[in-house]
């Protein structure tokens, strides 16, 4: 594992029954012994015979590129990525890896946040970002068929031109694509009313180690034959099968958007404004929430926002033109109730567009503030959000590690990004996100709303999960998988705790 994987070992408290287990996590336990010198070279013989030079990349510069995503999880890089155009080219990959046993990388748009796509154990990245074809969209069905390597926006676009809609939106929907968002069950703003990447998921063509496939799930809307598979592929983060064509069920486009861009004085107002649309039975798609040190990073960047401001709220609804007017009032009241220093209210694609600009600045800003940012996406229960919010604001105080706080505050899922910039601040980076993990989890939360565990919460699962369901989860993938070369290195923690 590369450097920036986790620095010092880490301590956890497990409990398990009425016992209590201390687990000690160190940089060992996130090593995967990579495969010997010579099965790789026998691999890339056999690989370059099968599928030609073209499709292969060896060289230093070209692979490295593939040894990290959009996380602090960085690897050696891979001995060599295959860039799949077909079925076929997965299928082959697949059983020379078997045959020489040499572990496969799955890995679609690289946007991943918790290193998912990182190949710890080296062997091969296979990307699918060449499967890029929509293939079907049913307009009567109201379904579609996409290539794993399709980038999300295309497929969105596409599916409104023929007056559907696709929800999901991770807002890295330029550049991820639909095989990672179906392994990672990708959510997003619009979760809130529209649920996540799960909820649209009909099948898909699954393949497994050593080059078998499988057509699994339906194309109708209903259908309950034998074991939910599609269910358990999706969100299995590249660990039990690569995943081919998806097919995807549609809504209906909704008829007309609002927008509601609103500042407060306080963060528990904003909070607030949340709970008190909830209690009034108002379902916008989406409550985005930035926190002041998310705001002064914005700041920082020259965007102009209201000084008085410690947090904003970016609010959307949908529907039929007359509800969403009327839907966009009564928000616009109970924020007033509340005390919003200042509400903006949008209709049409530029208007919005201006007031999403100062969600979007938020990412590129925030990213500017340390040399190092680690971004973790917890999610408590609604109400629990503020009591969060403050145990975040003491961790920051007690271990001096700054932090910036946003999210989607409507599912209670919270970005918490964790900022420094000297590499012996890791220690207490480390103990600000195991205290942010043991508050989550006290809070009857859970570790991880949308970015996966990957390899960087590895350590930390069994914070929330019991060994037992961590052994049955260890046994599944045994079962898709029994010598253990589908992305390894990733969700189980590597720790010889043994406990209960
Ligand atoms: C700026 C930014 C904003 C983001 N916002 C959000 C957000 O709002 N909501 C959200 O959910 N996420 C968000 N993310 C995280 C990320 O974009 C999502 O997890 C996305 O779904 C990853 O897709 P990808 O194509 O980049 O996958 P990758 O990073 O390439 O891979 C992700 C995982 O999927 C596996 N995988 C990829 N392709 C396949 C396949 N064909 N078969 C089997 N396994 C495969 C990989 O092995 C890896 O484990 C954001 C990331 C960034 C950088």
Redesign the pocket.
Known sequence: MGASSLGEPATLLVTCGSALYILRVTEASFSVPPSAPASVERAKRELRRQLGDSKLLEAEEAVARYAR??SEAEAEPPDVVVLAESREDILTTLAIAERFRVPV?????????TG??VPVARGIVLS?SGMNQIREIDAREGLAVVG?GVVLADLQRAVEAEGWFYPPD???LQ???L???V??N????RAFKYGVTRDYVLGMEAFLMGGQALSVGRRTRKGVTGYDVTALLVGS??TL???GDVTLRLIPKPASVMTLLISFASLTAAAGLVEAATAARLVPRCFELLDRNTLAAMRAEGNPIDPRAEALLLVEVDGEPAACERDAERLAALADDLGALTVEVAQGEAPRERLWAARRAM?PAVRKMAKHKLSEDVVVPRQAMGELLSRVARVSEETQIRTVTYGHAGDGNLHVNFLWDHEEERPKVERSIERLFQAVVELRGTLSG???I?VLKAPYLPLEQSPQLIQLQRELKRVFDPQGLL?PG?IFPRVGHGAC
Not at 105 to 113: F, L, V, W
Not at 186 to 189: D, L, Q, R, T, V
């Open positions: 995503d959009e990388t799955p890995r679609a748009g690289g946007t991943g946040r998912g796509a699918v794993p991770p807002n890295s550049t991820c694509q095989g990672g968002n392994a990672e990708a959510g997003g703003p983060e590249g099968a690569v995943l990412s949308e970015h996966g990957g992305n990733k």
